[in-house]
C-alpha cells in the first residue's frame, strides 16, 4: 500500500476481502475504513466481510478500524486470526459509528487499544482460542469470551457479557475500573479479576455493574492493592446486580490484606450483590429460608485471621531462642573440656490470636567451641559456631488455611567462665559466666496460594549467669550438689521490615529486650570402672522470664504470639567422662505455661587435654 494516503484500503458494499500472509495495511489516518459506495439514494454497506489472517493494520493518527460514514448499513464481519495486529495513532482498534452495524471477531491474536460505537450504531466483540485485547470498551452491545482475555484500561460499557473460559482482568491496580454490563450476564467457569484496597467497608474497589440478570456461574480472583486489613460489617461491594441474582460467583485463591483473609459473600434477602468480608462464609439452611434470624446476622462477628503472621511469629520465637546457651549447656557435667560440640533439638507449639491460629514448630541446632584458654580450676576462655535451622506450621482452626515458616540461621560468639572452687572439692564453689554472639537468619513464610515471602534478619545476643554448688551429701569421692543459679540476658535486633508480595508491611513489634532464668539444680558425682568414668546425673527446675515481646505487627495492627512472659522448666540429664579425655552428655527438658509448651534435648562431647 504506498505511503501517505489518508486511508490505507477503503470498502464499499458487498465485499469480502482477505489480508493474509504478513501483509500490512496502514494508512497516514485509518487503517480500514469501510462506508457507504454513494451511488443512488439506496446506498449502503452490505455484508461486507474483511478477514485478517497473520497480517497487520495500521491507522497511523487515526482508528485501526473504522466503519461508518454511511447511508443504510447491514452487517460488516471483521475477523482478526492468527497472531494479527490491528492499532489506530489515537489509540483505537475499532469504531462504529453513523448506524453501522460491527461483528468483530477475534482469534489467536493480541491486540492493544479501545473498542467503541456511537450511541446509533452496534458492535458485538468475540473473542475465542487465546486471544486478548487490552483496553477500554464503549458502548458495545454484546462481549463473548471463550479460553480468551480482556484486559481493561479504563471505565467500560456493554450491553451483554457471556464469560466462558476465559478472563476479564478489571484494571492493573493503578486506578480503579468499573465495568457498567445494562443486561444481562451469563458465565461459564470463567474469571473476573478485582483489584481492591482489602480494608474496612467503603475501600476503594473496580466494581462489575450488571443491570440485568445473572446465570451461570465465574470466578472472582482479587489483588489487594495496599490495602491493611480490617474487620469488615457489610463488606466490600464487587458486584452489583440489578436484576435477578442467579448467577454463582466464587473466590478463587485468597484474597489477604495485613493480618486477615477475606471471603466473597452474597447479600441476604433481596440483596442480590457481592460483597467481600473479613469473616468466615457460612450459609446455614435456615438462613436461606429466613435470613432475618440473629444467627443469620451476628453482632461484631469474628475476622478471619490469616494463618501467615502465625508463621512469622514462629520464626520470631525460633530465631530468639535458637542458640541461647548457658554455661552448663556447654560442660560436661561441672568441670568441662577444652574442645566441645552440641546438638539441640525441640519441638514447640502455640496459639496466636485469640487461640485462632494453632503453631506447631521444631528445630534444630550444632554448636562447636573450643576453650583458647583453660586454667586447672576450670575458668576458661574460648569461642563457638553454631548453626541451625527450624520450621513450622500455622493453621486457622476455622478456615483451615495454612502458612509453613522457615528459618535457616548462623551464629559466631565469645565465652567466658570463671570457676572459685576450692582443691579439696572441685565440683563445688562458685561459677560466673558470660557469652555474647553475632546472629544471622534468613526466613521464608510460605502461605497456600500466596507467593512465598523471604527476608532476612539479626541479631546480637549477651547473657551473664552465676551459680554456686553447695555440697548436701555423698561419698569423698563423689557427692550431692544443690546448684541456685541465675541468668540475665539482652537480645537486640537489627530493625526488621519486609513488605510482603501483596503490600502488607510486616515489622517486629518490640523484639528487643531482657530474658532471664532463675532455679535449681540438683547433680550427684560418682565414679565407675575403678573410678576410671565419672558419673554426674542432674535434675533441674527453672523460672524463665523474658521482656521481649513475641509480637509482629502487619501494617497498622499487632498480632500477638500469646507466648506467656513467664514459664516454668523441668530438665533431667546425665554426664560422663572417661579416663582418656573423651566426655559426653545428654538431657531432656519440658518447658510450660498456659498456651505454650516445648520438649527439648540434648546432646553433646567433648574432649580435654
Known sequence: MPTGLATGLAIFSNSTIRIADRSSVSGDDNGIVVKEDGVGSESQIADNTITIDGS????????????????????????????????????????????????FNVQASNLQGDLRADAASQMHVALSNNASITGAMTNVAS????????????????????????????????????????????????TILFNTVLAGDSAATDKLIIGGDTSGSANVRVNNVG????????????????????GQFTLAGRAVGGQYDYFLFKGTGTDGNWYLRSQLPTQPEPCE?????????????????????????????????????????????????????????????FDAVSRQLDIRGNSQALTVGADVWRHDSGSSVGV??????????????????????????????L????????????????????????????????????????????????????????RVGGASNGGIYLEPQLQLGYNRWDSNRHTEANGTVVTSEDADGLFGRAGLR?????????ATTEVQPYIAAHWLHTRAESQIRMDDEVVDARIPRSRGEFSAGASLKFGNGVGAWGGLSLQKASGFHQTSAQVGVSYSW
Open 56 to 103: 497487520t493494520v495500521i491507522g497511523r493518527n487515526g482508528t485501526g478500524i473504522l466503519v461508518g460514514s454511511g447511508v443504510d448499513f447491514d452487517h460488516t464481519t471483521i475477523n482478526v486470526t492468527n497472531g494479527s495486529t490491528v492499532s489506530g495513532g489515537n489509540g483505537v482498534i475499532a469504531e462504529v459509528m453513523d448506524g453501522g452495524t460491527l461483528d
Open 143 to 190: 462481549v463473548a469470551l471463550d479460553a480468551a482475555t480482556w484486559n481493561m484500561t479504563g471505565n467500560s460499557t456493554v450491553g451483554r457479557l457471556d464469560l466462558g473460559s476465559g478472563t476479564v482482568s478489571l484494571g492493573n491496580g493503578t486506578t480503579f475500573n468499573t465495568l457498567n454490563v445494562a443486561g444481562n450476564f451469563s458465565g461459564n467457569d470463567g
Open 227 to 246: 490495602g491493611a486489613g480490617a474487620q469488615t460489617d457489610k463488606g466490600i461491594e464487587l458486584i452489583q446486580v440489578g436484576g435477578a441474582s442467579n
Open 289 to 349: 429460608v429466613d435470613p432475618t434470624l440473629p444467627e443469620c446476622n451476628p453482632v461484631n462477628p469474628e475476622p478471619v485471621l490469616r494463618p501467615e503472621p502465625g508463621a512469622y511469629l514462629a520464626n520470631l520465637q525460633a530465631a530468639q531462642t535458637m542458640f541461647r546457651l548457658g554455661y552448663h549447656d556447654r560442660q560436661t557435667g561441672q568441670n568441662g573440656g577444652r574442645a566441645w560440640a552440641r546438638v539441640d533439638g525441640s519441638r514447640n507449639g
Open 384 to 413: 563457638m559456631l553454631s548453626s541451625g535451622n527450624a520450621t513450622s506450621t500455622s493453621t486457622n482452626a476455622l478456615t483451615g488455611y495454612y502458612a509453613r515458616g522457615k528459618v535457616k540461621g548462623e551464629a559466631l560468639g
Open 415 to 470: 565465652y567466658g567462665t570463671w570457676r572459685g572452687g576450692n582443691g579439696a572439692d572441685p565440683y563445688a564453689g562458685f561459677y560466673v559466666d558470660g557469652s555474647v554472639q553475632r546472629a544471622q537468619f534468613r526466613n521464608r513464610v510460605q502461605g497456600i496460594g500466596l507467593a512465598d515471602e523471604r527476608y532476612d534478619s539479626r541479631a546480637w545476643q549477651g547473657a551473664v549467669e552465676s551459680g554456686y554448688a553447695f
Open 522 to 530: 540438683l547433680s550427684g558425682v560418682t565414679r565407675w570402672g575403678n
